[in-house]
């Protein structure tokens, strides 16, 4: 069982930055790829990155390429999105998911959320 929390939403200005954080409940963090998926109003929930479970590979939805960074730590346990020249259209709830490999489709574990909000 891994449970995951996410933490460092908030609300931002359009053009700003924000960095969210996963920690990972687990002792076998390393066996698991790591995602993190976004749902805003009204939409479905879409995937924005994933990593690796030794960070070497990573991959990005074509909205996420250029602005946004994925990263691990596993000694840490824990996984992060660097998400910078943020703009409305990336307000939504984001979510980090625990799965067997970053290039999908199946993730097991999700954690509950964290909103992010993009002011114009």
């Known amino acids: 069982q891994v449970q995951l929390v996410e933490s460092g939403g908030g609300l931002v200005q359009a053009g700003g930055s924000l960095r969210l954080s996963c920690a990972a409940s687990?002792?076998?963090?390393?066996?698991?790829?790591m995602g993190w998926f976004r749902q805003a109003p009204g939409k479905e929930r879409e995937f924005v990155a994933s990593?690796?479970?030794?960070?070497?590979?990573?991959y990005y939805a074509d909205s996420a390429k250029g602005r946004f960074t994925i990263s691990r730590d596993n000694a840490e346990n824990a996984v992060h999105l660097q998400m910078n020249s943020l703009n409305p259209e990336d307000t939504a709830v984001y979510y980090c998911?625990?799965?067997?490999?970053?290039?999908?489709?199946?993730?097991?574990?999700w954690g509950q959320g964290t909103q992010v909000t993009v002011s114009s």
């Open positions: 998911a625990a799965g067997p490999s970053y290039t999908g489709p199946t993730y097991d574990y």
């Open positions: 687990t002792r076998t963090f390393t066996n698991f790829a």
């Open positions: 990593i690796s479970w030794s960070g070497r590979d990573t």
